[in-house]
C-alpha cells in the first residue's frame, strides 16, 4: 500500500489499488486527442522555427556547391578553367551519398534513443563539416578536392538525420488540423536556403561577387585569389544560421508520442503533454517512479510483423519510391542549374573567355539566374502548398504535381533543339523551367517529406521516414552520377533534351507509386497507423524507482 500511496502522490496511473488495463488505454487516447485538438500556440511556432532553421542551412549547404562548382573550376580547374566531370560529379554527389547514410542512421536511432537526444546532434555534424570546407588546404600529398569531397559527405550525414528528426518531432507536436502546414512551413525553409536552395546561396553568391568585383577585375585572369576567397566565404555562411538555431535544438522537449509509446510511460507522457501545451517546455520528475506499461514493441519480429502485411508494406514502398521518383529532376536539376543555364547561354557574359571580365561575368550571372529560378518558382511553390495541404490533401497534391511535371519535361525534352535557338525561345524555356520548380514544391516535393512523417507507428515513425528520405537521396545520387555521364555525350551539353526525357519518365512512374500511398489529412496520427488503437495497452506497469 505504500507503493501504491507513493505512486499516487507522483501523479501516477494508480488511486487506489492496481489500475485497470481498460483505464490506462483510455488515458493513452485521452492524451493523444489533448495533442491533435490542442489550439495553434506559441510552441508550435517554436518547434517549426526551429526546425526551419535547419532545412535552411541543409538547402544552403547542399546547393550552395551549385554555384561554388564553378567557382572551385577557376582557381583548381586545370583544364579550360573548369573542373573534369568527374571532379564536378564528386563535389556535388558527396553530400546526398552522406544524406543517404544520416537519413538511415538517425531515423533509426531516434526510434531507439529518442528524437530529443539526437535532435541537434546533426547539426554540430553539418557545422563542422561546413567549417571544414571552407578551411580545406592543398598540400603535396593531399588534393584540396579529395578534402572538399570528404567534408562534404560528412556535412551530408548531418543534413540528411535532420530530414527524419524535423519531419517526426513537427509531425508528433503538431493538432491534426494543422500537421500538413506545419510540417510544410517547416520543409519551405528549404526553399529558402536556395533564395533558399539557390536563393540564399545565389543572393549571398551575388553580394559576394559584386564585393570581390574590383578585385576579380584587376586580378590577372583566371582571378585565382579573389575567387579563391569567394567560394570559401559562400560556403563557410552556411554554419551561421546552424550555430543559432543549436541551443534551440539541444533544449526542445522530447515529443509525448515517443515517451508514451516508445518509453512506454504514460504517466510522464501526460504531464509533458501538460506542460508543453501550457508552457512550451516538458520538467520531468526525477524523484517519480518509471512505470513502463505492455504495448507493442518495436524488435525485429515485430517489424517483420508489422510491414508483412501489404496494407502497411505498399505505404512504404509508395513513400519511398515516391521519393526516389521525385528526387531524379529535382536533384538533377537543382545541381545543374548552373550548367544548364550555361548550355542555353542564358546571360552569357559580354568579354572574352580569357578575360578578368568574363570571370566575373560570368559568375554573376550564373549567381541571378540561380535566383531568378528559386524566386520565380522554387518559394512559390512551397507556400502554395502550405495554403492548399490540409484542405485539397497530401495524395491530390502528388499526383496533380507528377502529372504536371510529366508533361513539363517531355516539352522541355523533346522541344528542346527549338527552345534553345533564339533568346526570345531560351526566355520560354526558362520558364518552362522555373514551372517545373514549382510544381516539384506544389507537388511531390513537399508531400513525400510530409506523408511518411504521417503515415507509420510511433515505434516506426523516424525509421520509415528515415528509409523513404534515403531512397530519395538514392535517386539525387543516381540522377548526379548519369547527369554528369550523359550530359555532354555527343558534344557540350548536346545530351540535355534527352535527359529531360528520362525526368519525364520517372514523373510518370510516380503517379503510380502516389496510389499506393493513403491520404492523410484531417486524420490522427494513430488512426493513420493502421493499428486498432483500443486495446493498445496490453498490460499495466509494474514500478521501478
Not at 546526398?96 to 542512421?105: A, T
Not at 550555361?342 to 554573376?364: D, M, Q
Request: charge should be neutral.
Amino acid at each position: 500500500m505504500a507503493s501504491n500511496h507513493e505512486q499516487s502522490s507522483h501523479g501516477s496511473y494508480h488511486e487506489k489499488g492496481q489500475v485497470t488495463v481498460a483505464v490506462l488505454d483510455e488515458r493513452r487516447r485521452a492524451a493523444l486527442a489533448e495533442i491533435d485538438n490542442a489550439p495553434f500556440s506559441w510552441f508550435h511556432v517554436k518547434v517549426c522555427l526551429v526546425a526551419s532553421v535547419g532545412f535552411f542551412t541543409d538547402a544552403y549547404d547542399i546547393f550552395a556547391i551549385n554555384i561554388a562548382s564553378i567557382m572551385l573550376g577557376y582557381v583548381y580547374g586545370h583544364t579550360n578553367n573548369q573542373l573534369s566531370s568527374n571532379q564536378s560529379l564528386g563535389v556535388k554527389v558527396a553530400t546526398p551519398v552522406g544524406n543517404l547514410v544520416g537519413q538511415v542512421l538517425f531515423g533509426w536511432l531516434a526510434d531507439i534513443f529518442g528524437r530529443k537526444r539526437m535532435y541537434g546532434i546533426e547539426l554540430m555534424i553539418m557545422i563542422i563539416a561546413t567549417f571544414g570546407q571552407a578551411l580545406a588546404g592543398e598540400a603535396p600529398a593531399v588534393n584540396i578536392l579529395g578534402v572538399i569531397i570528404v567534408w562534404r559527405f560528412i556535412m551530408g550525414v548531418g543534413i540528411g538525420g535532420d530530414y527524419p528528426l524535423s519531419a517526426i518531432i513537427s509531425s508528433e507536436f503538431a493538432a491534426t488540423r494543422s500537421r500538413g502546414r506545419l510540417m510544410t512551413a517547416v520543409f519551405a525553409a528549404q526553399g529558402w536556403g536556395q533564395f533558399v536552395p539557390n536563393v540564399a546561396a545565389a543572393l549571398v553568391g551575388i553580394i559576394i561577387v559584386e564585393a570581390y568585383k574590383n578585385s576579380i577585375l584587376s586580378a590577372p585572369f583566371p582571378c585565382v585569389v579573389p575567387v579563391d576567397h569567394i567560394w570559401r566565404l559562400l560556403i563557410g555562411l552556411g554554419c551561421v544560421p546552424g550555430v543559432i538555431a543549436l541551443y534551440f535544438r539541444l533544449t526542445i522537449p522530447e515529443t509525448p508520442r515517443f515517451t508514451m509509446d516508445i518509453e512506454r510511460n504514460i504517466a510522464q507522457a501526460t504531464t509533458d503533454i501538460d506542460n508543453v501545451l501550457t508552457t512550451g517546455k516538458s520538467v520531468p520528475d526525477e524523484d517519480a517512479p518509471v512505470q513502463r506499461v505492455k504495448a507493442p514493441k518495436a524488435t525485429r519480429a515485430d517489424f517483420r510483423a508489422y510491414f508483412g502485411q501489404w496494407k502497411n508494406l505498399k505505404v512504404l514502398i509508395g513513400t519511398a519510391y515516391s521519393w526516389f521518383a521525385l528526387d531524379i529532376a529535382f536533384y538533377g536539376l537543382g545541381l545543374n542549374s548552373s550548367i544548364i543555364l550555361t548550355a542555353i547561354n542564358f546571360g552569357a557574359p559580354t568579354g572574352a573567355k580569357t578575360t578578368s571580365l568574363y570571370v566575373y561575368e560570368n559568375l554573376y550571372n550564373i549567381c541571378v539566374g540561380n535566383l531568378i529560378l528559386s524566386i520565380a518558382g522554387l518559394i512559390p511553390g512551397y507556400w502554395v502548398s502550405f495554403l492548399f495541404i490540409d484542405s485539397w490533401g497530401r495524395k491530390p497534391i502528388q499526383l496533380m504535381g507528377f502529372s504536371v511535371l510529366t508533361i513539363l519535361f517531355i516539352i522541355m525534352g523533346f522541344a528542346y533543339d527549338a527552345l534553345e535557338k533564339t533568346a526570345s525561345s531560351r526566355r520560354a524555356f526558362v520558364f518552362l523551367y522555373c514551372l517545373t520548380n514549382f510544381f516539384q514544391n506544389f507537388g511531390p516535393n513537399t508531400t513525400t517529406f510530409v506523408i511518411p512523417g504521417e503515415a507509420f507507428p510511433t515505434r516506426y515513425r523516424s525509421t520509415a521516414h528515415g528509409i523513404s528520405a534515403a531512397s530519395g537521396k538514392l535517386g539525387a545520387v543516381i540522377a548526379q552520377v548519369g547527369f554528369a555521364q550523359l550530359v555532354n555525350i555527343g558534344g557540350t551539353g548536346k545530351f540535355i533534351n534527352h535527359i529531360m526525357e528520362i525526368f519525364a519518365f520517372f514523373m510518370l512512374t510516380g503517379i503510380f507509386s502516389t496510389l499506393l500511398i493513403p491520404e492523410t489529412k484531417q486524420r490522427s496520427l494513430e488512426d493513420i497507423s493502421n493499428e486498432k488503437q483500443e486495446g493498445y495497452i496490453q498490460g499495466a506497469p509494474g514500478a521501478a524507482s
